[in-house]
């Protein structure tokens, strides 16, 4: 069957405005809607909107730099917008690309000098630089081995030139296991419209299992965990098991996250584990199954902070030895949160049903909480967030949002 090319250029609309609010009446109405609770107030730096959906808010940074995928265009297609998180100036707005079958981006990686969007078996090559196509592969020799070997979402890492990825839980035991891309392999003086055949490679699997966590990569060797518990390490170059070990007694077999710390690798799962990356030994474990993390966790110097219970709590652990350090529990009023906590200097900011709520990071003690700079109570609401230096970005969209994702950067005060 002939491959027909998958990408037209098409005029941009995937950026909708740029508008920053300096309402007169602002920290009145927040003064209000805060209630009992005290007031934070947001010092809104820019906002702006793109085409897309709470189902695809997905994005990567680099350095000062935010790519975002923009999906649902009017007239079809997506594209990749690149921020500068600073002032909010777009860069660049990519080519408008038309996956098969319709699909939105949902994964966006950089790998050198080129940014890979991979979609249902194909993966769609950008310039960095200026956002035009560099090439268009097919993970395959056909479409339905390409779907095969197809990833789990997020579960992406780049070591040099390889892109590692788990598969879906849905595929065949045959496919089940790690890939590795070796990108080299692709030709960037032929035209970006043509397809180019290249299959990963299978360089981990035991014919049963599924990884769809997040792997990890340092220093030439990738981490990862599969399904069923077992915790590997890697050479990325080789492909040589350098140790593996058995967690299922402390995961209870539900795995939400992987985190490099200094020489051991943390696994928050329905407790919080640490083990040696060098050798797999197991330093430490905190096992409390009625109390599961989410996949909602931040690194900062020695404290991982983490939201848990279902979302109705934040707690701060020391990662060298386990210890709770603090914990914040959410009162029914306040519903749940709804992003991972991001920390500038004593302050830890965290998107919940309530507003943008800010804690003294070393102890937990409540500062105060924004509910009118980022919309709330919007039915079917996702939010995801970055920070870079003292600049906050949240961003979101509801089900009923037309299409459009929200973005509003604030400053760390």
Not at 323 to 349: F, G, M, S
């Amino acid at each position: 069957m002939k491959l027909m090319p998958v990408l037209i250029i098409i005029l941009s609309f995937s950026i909708l405005s740029c508008v920053v609010d300096f309402s007169e009446n602002a920290l009145l109405i927040d003064t209000i809607m805060a209630g009992k609770e005290t007031r934070y107030d947001a010092e809104v730096l820019w906002d702006r909107e793109v085409f897309g959906s709470y189902y695809d808010l997905t994005y990567i940074t680099a350095g000062k730099y935010l790519y975002f995928p923009a999906n649902r265009i009017p007239g079809g297609g997506s594209s990749v917008v690149k921020i500068d998180i600073e002032t909010g100036k777009v860069i660049w707005e990519s080519d408008r690309i038309f996956p098969q079958s319709s699909q939105n981006i949902r994964e966006i990686q950089i790998v050198g000098e080129h940014i890979y969007l991979p979609v249902l078996g194909y993966i769609y090559i950008l310039n960095e630089s200026n956002g035009k196509l560099a090439a268009t592969l097919l993970l395959g020799e056909n479409e339905t081995e390409a779907r095969r070997n197809n990833a789990s979402p997020e579960s992406y890492t780049v070591v040099s030139d390889y892109l590692f990825w788990g598969n879906t839980q849905y595929v065949s035991a045959a496919f089940r296991g790690v890939r590795r891309l070796d990108t080299s392999m692709i030709d960037f003086l032929k035209n970006p419209y043509e397809v180019q055949k290249i299959a990963p490679d299978l360089v981990w699997t035991d014919n049963i299992t599924t990884v769809t966590s997040n792997i990890i990569s340092e220093n030439g060797v990738i981490y990862f965990i599969t399904w069923s518990g077992i915790l590997i390490a890697m050479d990325a170059e080789t492909c040589d098991i350098i140790w593996e070990e058995d967690t299922r007694q402390v995961l209870n077999n539900r795995t939400f996250a992987l985190v490099l710390y200094n020489d051991n690798i943390l696994i928050a799962a329905t407790g919080l584990s640490s083990y040696n990356k060098n050798t797999g030994d197991l330093i430490y474990e905190n096992f409390e199954a009625d109390k599961r993390f989410a996949s909602r966790i931040t690194l900062h110097d020695n404290i991982l902070y983490c939201i848990r219970n279902s979302n109705r709590s934040v707690i701060a652990i020391n990662a060298d030895t386990g210890e709770t350090v603090w914990n914040y529990d959410l009162d029914e009023d306040n519903y749940y949160y709804r992003t991972r906590p991001y920390i500038y200097e004593e302050k830890l900011y965290v998107m919940s049903d309530s507003g943008l709520r800010v804690h003294n990071a070393a102890n937990g003690d409540f500062t105060g909480v924004n509910k009118r700079t980022i919309e709330i109570n919007m039915t079917h609401a996702e939010y995801k967030g970055i920070i870079y230096n003292d600049t906050l970005v949240i961003f979101y969209s509801g089900l009923y949002t037309n299409q459009t994702v929200f973005f509003k950067a604030i400053r760390c005060k």
